[in-house]
Every structure is written in structure tokens, then in C-alpha cells.
């Protein structure tokens, strides 16, 4: 049976990184200061060697130029962008697109200092492939979602939305996030991923753990014959009890073997 896995780009860590942070689905938006703040705080106080965002850090991005805007939208932008910035002067900042903020382009990247990271992605860590998604692709159930995604990944779509006025684009955002939260409120179950197709992408990746975000069921998954699947979890720090964690691959000084640790982002150093 033909691979269903695309093509994996591959990332090399420096000798030098011992820690790496991964983090994804905070969803960070002005009307959400709690979760902005938690972040924030976070990202000041992390000592990692490299800080991996994979995917919907942001609610809705709708183009880079919304960073030239002066309302509060745009504020908020502006003072996550610094926030990640601020971080990148100290380590690598990976970003990755998630199905709300793929629109952040070259030019955003720049602003926040971080590197734009290929979805799937494979990191070379600690002598192991870890296969890097955010997710939402692997999640076949969900086929009127996939559906939409291929039209809205197309350079022809994004071309002609990013030429709509920045105001019509915060409108259209408007309402598919109010059609998602009104599908949350209906009680809708986010989509899994599907295993077969999982298990496909390691193995043509040659890597025996994946790490993805998007499903919003934070988990660790024993696939059988080696294979490992570490889910992110979303970040609401409005919930009780509050979720905010971070994923953090610790490399031993000692013996190169690499832990896998889940750690409140409030406990993160």
C-alpha cells in the first residue's frame, strides 16, 4: 500500500540545546487577558534553548499588515509580537501554523523574531526523529474542516483574501469563530487524528514519536512497535482548574538520554 505521508522537512538541533519547550492552542485573543498574561509570563520565564509553537498560538490572524493597524486588535498583536520577540533574543522560536493564524507570514515572522516552521516538520533531538504537526490534517473525520483547509491553503485564495480591506477580514474572522464556538456549545467532540494515517507518517518519516497540538485532548498515546504520540494541551487560564502546559524535552548532560516531561507553564524555568 502507497505512503499517504507527504514530504517532511527536517530540522537539526544545535549541539547545545539541551531543553525544548512545545506549546500549541492557546488561542490568544485581547477578550482572553488571563491566558495573554499566562503566556506572557511564561515566555519571559523559560530558560529553554528552544521554544517550539505548533500551531493556533493565536485566535485569528488575518494578514501581517493587521501589525500596521492602530485599534485594539491591532495592539494586542503588536504586544504579542514583542512578547515573542523579546523571547528570540534569548532562543529559538519556532512557529508553526495552526488551522487559525496560517495567514501569519513572512513578514510577521520577522517582526516576532521567530523562524517559520513546515507542517509536518521532523527535529533531530537527543539522536531521535520527532515528527512535528499541528495536527489538523491528520484528523480525517473531520471532512468538512479538510475541506476547507484545502481551499484556504491555496496560494489563490490567500491572495485574494489578504487584497479584502483589513476591516472585511476581521469581519469574515468574526463570524467562523462564532460558528466555531457555536459548534462547541452544541456539544461537538473535536476530531482525533487517525491512527492508521499516524502510524503511516512516523514510519515514512523514520521517526517513532509524534508531538502535535489541535485536538484540544492533551495525552500521551502507546502505538505499538515503538511508536509514541504526545498531544498538547489547549491553554485557558479562565478554566478551573485552569490549563496552561508546557511539553519539554530534557536532554541529560550526562548520558544524552532525552525525558519527556509535562509541566505546568506557571512551574516552567
Known sequence: MP?????????????HWRVVDFISD????????????????YMAR?????VFILGDL?????????????????????HCVEVMKATASRCAVHFMHGNRDFLLGS????????????????????????LLTHGDALC????????????????????????????????????????SEDRKQSG??????????????????????MIHGHTHQPADHDLGQGQLRHVLSDWDAAARPPRAEVLRLQRSDQT?????LRLPASDVT
Open 107 to 130: 513578514a510577521g515572522a520577522r517582526a516576532a523574531g521567530c523562524t517559520l516552521l513546515d507542517d509536518p516538520c521532523v527535529l533531530v533531538f537527543g539522536g531521535q526523529r520527532w
Open 3 to 15: 505512503s499517504t505521508a507527504p514530504r517532511f522537512a527536517e530540522l537539526h538541533a544545535p549541539a
Open 188 to 209: 461537538m467532540a473535536y476530531a482525533d487524528v487517525d491512527a492508521t494515517m499516524t502510524r503511516d507518517w512516523l514510519r515514512t518519516a523514520s521517526a517513532d514519536t
Open 26 to 41: 492557546l488561542h490568544l485573543q485581547a477578550t482572553e487577558p488571563r491566558t495573554a498574561l499566562a503566556w506572557e509570563r
Open 256 to 260: 544524552g538520554a532525552v525525558r519527556v
Open 58 to 78: 493565536f485566535e485569528v490572524w488575518v494578514g501581517d499588515d493587521g501589525l500596521q493597524a492602530r485599534d485594539e486588535e491591532a495592539r494586542f498583536e503588536q
Open 140 to 179: 480525517l473525520d473531520d471532512a468538512d474542516y479538510l475541506r476547507f483547509r484545502a481551499q484556504v491553503r491555496t496560494a489563490d485564495w490567500q491572495q485574494a483574501f489578504l487584497a479584502r480591506p483589513l476591516a472585511e477580514r476581521r469581519a469574515i474572522a468574526r463570524g467562523l469563530r462564532q460558528q
Open 46 to 50: 523559560t530558560q529553554a534553548d528552544a
